[in-house]
């Protein structure tokens, strides 16, 4: 997967300067071709002539329709010429579309391109031009403005086809030309202010009236703005404007209904990890390579399923038939064997999955994402323990190959902390969800109504306000001179009735402001802890950390990050727990403590003026 990004991303992207100034020869994007399947494919190290799973012109699909939406790079070449003809005509006006329109496109501006072709040789740059212009042209049309030079019968308008191609109307087509009404603006009606009033039409015969009426139906839409604006060109359904992006959509558009399209919507829609996510849409085309594939492509050997030793190995078997796959499946899932109905087709299973769960999903978004991603993660492991068995001889059992689905899914999940459930689960639904949730949450305790978790109240009012709480209460704070510079960390522990159970003050060496804060933070939860605190409410004017333990929206620094996870799970070990940010006013007991630690030592821990070491906390980014 990481290969498929740097393929679309980098890769691809290299040749784009080429694209907008020279036609490619075919030979030459077929080679180029060639290059970024072997990439593909057989990139990295061990990899060369690895067997290409899936065929280059599924690949350039849409997502949508089964692909993964690698460009077509004759198609990029024509979307990047197009984009000169687009600036012949409305974009940027520079020299070298005066020189093409000046050699090639000659005629007024805005219509050069609806000329004939006067020559079909020319500099590489007109070829391109060339190539892409039958492509460009049928996307083309008008924008009114006071509509004098838009031709009513003869020209697009508002990306629709020209009106004088209705049938309908011939007759007042044929009327209007005699009388010289040909333009937009002809038939047009002023207000004083220069604004269009109407459509109008003297002196028109009583017997085409009807067609008159369908006429001003076709015009609806395509009323001149003002005498003073000028008319304009026009590409595309959407913006109005060209954009070689928008023009690569048109140009690979083909009516093509992809067999499946919900087995595709279900493997991207719903992303997992993404090599997982890259198997199951290899599996999906049916391309992995079991023994009847490698069958398939002429390489004879043994195709018994690996798993059962008794029925073929195809795809559908290995992920969904095998007995031995049936009973991972029937214990992720929690179904007896006898009451799973799994689909004998793999795509199908993926197709249908979204509306086969036996739960209630509406608003439910941590139960339902784990639910989409459980047959990515069973056929996953299924594959590794094909594999396992084949090229390592070793051997799981079902169970433990179920044990390890959950493990997976357990383990990912919980890096989704945005994921929550809006409305209660009824006891079977939690049930299927405790199996991969095994940690729980930390208990908060319930904000009130006068404040959420960023405290904004005087100090007579904070006082007030704390009363409420029958809580231990933690005050932290850190300190650094220079940011980086010479830092400590302090707090105060007070008692529920608000006599000081300990302050400290740690000598933090040089860091940074924040891990200093968070440090600090740290080393008050330990005091609690060894203290036989099980009740606390935390308070800090550290907003970052704060907020980060409040909402799990992470710091960007690595380590800090370290140091914060450790901080919840020492928060875990108390029965209750609560964060709070206040204003720094009211956590002077804390900055005079974080003050004092500046200027010790490091590693110098003061606490209710005993001095003791205490070294940092080990961490590194993968802690």
Request: aromatic share 10%; net charge positive.
């Amino acid at each position: 997967m990481g290969k498929t990004v740097l393929l679309k991303s980098v890769l691809m992207s290299i040749p784009i300067y080429q694209n907008t100034i020279l036609l490619a020869p075919v030979s030459i994007l077929k080679k180029m071709e060639a290059l970024l399947k072997k990439f593909l494919w057989e990139g990295g190290k061990g990899n060369v002539h690895r067997i290409h799973l899936i065929s280059w012109n599924k690949l350039k699909m849409p997502y949508k329709e089964g692909g993964m939406q690698v460009r077509d790079l004759a198609n990029q070449n024509l979307a990047m010429g197009a984009k000169t003809l687009w600036n012949l005509i409305a974009g940027k006006d520079s020299w070298s579309s005066k020189a093409l329109r000046r050699k090639y496109f000659q005629g007024d501006r805005l219509r050069c391109l609806d000329n004939p072709i006067p020559r079909k040789n020319g500099s590489p740059i007109y070829k391109l031009c060339l190539k892409a212009l039958p492509l460009f042209q049928p996307n083309l049309h008008w924008i009114p403005g006071n509509g004098k030079k838009i031709n009513l019968w003869k020209d697009a308008v508002m990306g629709e086809q020209p009106i004088g191609q209705n049938t309908g109307i011939q007759n007042i087509k044929e009327w209007a030309q005699n009388s010289n009404l040909n333009s937009l603006w002809d038939i047009s009606s002023w207000e004083e202010d220069g604004s269009w009033k109407d459509w109008h039409m003297d002196n028109l015969p009583i017997q085409l009236y009807d067609e008159k009426k369908c006429l001003l139906s076709l015009l609806q839409g395509k009323t001149p703005s003002s005498k003073s604006s000028h008319d304009k060109r026009g590409w595309g359904q959407r913006s109005g404007s060209y954009s070689a992006k928008e023009g690569y959509k048109v140009f690979t558009s083909a009516p093509h209904v992809a067999p499946n399209p919900a087995a595709w919507t279900f493997i991207w829609h719903y992303p997992f990890v993404p090599k997982i996510d890259f198997f199951c849409w290899t599996a999906a085309h049916k391309s992995i390579l079991t023994g009847e594939n490698l069958k398939n492509r002429g390489m004879e050997g043994p195709s018994r399923c690996p798993l059962c030793c008794s029925d073929e190995e195809t795809i559908d078997h290995l992920l969904l038939n095998c007995p031995f796959s049936k009973e991972i499946w029937a214990e992720v899932l929690l179904l007896n064997i006898e009451d799973l109905a799994i689909h004998q087709n793999i795509t199908e299973l993926f197709a249908t999955w979204a509306t086969s769960s036996p739960f209630g999903l509406h608003k439910k978004d941590l139960l339902k994402t784990i639910w989409m991603w459980a047959p990515k993660a069973i056929c996953w492991k299924i594959w590794l323990e094909r594999n396992s068995r084949i090229f390592r001889n070793e051997r799981n059992s079902s169970l433990r190959i179920a044990t390890k689905c959950k493990a997976l899914l357990g383990e990912f999940s919980e890096t989704k902390s945005q994921l929550k459930n809006s409305r209660d689960l009824d006891p079977q639904e939690k049930r299927w969800l405790s199996q991969f949730r095994h940690s729980e949450p930390i208990s908060i305790a319930p904000i009130p109504k006068t404040a959420n978790w960023e405290i904004r109240l005087e100090e007579n009012d904070f006082l007030l306000w704390r009363s409420t709480l029958s809580d231990h209460f933690l005050f932290f704070d850190g300190a650094s001179k220079g940011n980086p510079g010479q830092a400590g960390g302090g707090g105060v522990l007070l008692s529920t009735e608000n006599s000081v159970l300990a302050s400290y003050a740690w000598g933090l060496g040089s860091t940074t402001n924040n891990m200093a804060e968070t440090l600090a933070l740290w080393q008050g939860l330990k005091q609690a802890q060894e203290m036989n605190v099980h009740s606390l409410a935390v308070f800090g004017d550290s907003k970052i950390i704060i907020q980060a333990l409040r909402t799990k929206k992470l710091p960007s620094n690595i380590f800090l990050i370290a140091i914060i996870k450790k901080i919840l799970l020492l928060a875990a070990k108390f029965t209750a727990i609560s964060f709070f940010h206040i204003l720094r006013g009211l956590n002077a007991q804390a900055d005079k403590e974080a003050n004092k630690a500046v200027m010790m030592d490091m590693n110098m821990l003061k606490v209710n003026g005993r001095d003791s070491i205490c070294f940092f906390p080990h961490w590194t980014p993968s802690s």
